[in-house]
């Protein structure tokens, strides 16, 4: 089987168990899903989503993040961690928003990119995600782990694997994919206990054999269709 062959059979079985395969981030606008796309570095999308249901009711617009205090907006987002480093981002991502792109978010990943705390993941999502744009596959630590695993890649760093995932996976699956991964990751192949035993790739899978039954995770969702897991 060649690699295009095994990610049309992995993106058929991760289908076949997921449901609804989008960002699990709760977000109403494309602004919105920028900010807790930048708050969800290295935090939970569950904690993020704690916190931007109160953040969201209280900075409405690009312009009130623009102006807010940091010390406050870095109290605000606190528990996200990172949270002074976020909280400058936001302030400035949200200052350039407002003056250069009339308080609309851009779309495309030539300007996303040129905003403060946003790479190519964050560019990806918001584009994929709030845009329906196609532009590149989000890659976050879940997708990176098993696209290796999978054997779809051997690169580490994250702009590599985009490329040879782009390379092998039909453009209108690049959004479906990397959030499958995403949940397979968070439910079923985790970084340190995968639970082959229970994964539906795992006759296709050229890492199920390092993983033998004793180093699994505790089984919690069986085969059964998931919707969105919330947990990085
Ligand atoms: S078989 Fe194991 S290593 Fe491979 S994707 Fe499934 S859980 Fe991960």
Redesign the pocket.
Known sequence: MNKKQHITQILKKLTLLYEDPKTALTHKTPFQLLVATILSAQCTDTRVNIVTKTLFKKYITPRDYADADQKQLEHDIHSTGFYRNKSKHIIATSKIITEKYQSEVPNTMKDLITLPGVARKTANVVLSEAYNINEGIAVDTHVAR?SR??GLTDQKDPKNIEKDLMKITPKNKWRTLSNLLIF?GRR??HARK???AR?P??NI?P??K??PPKCESKITSGQIKIKSPNQS
């Open positions: 098993l695993r999978l397979h079923t192949c995968p639970a082959c994964c790739l795992n899978c890492d199920t390092k993983y």
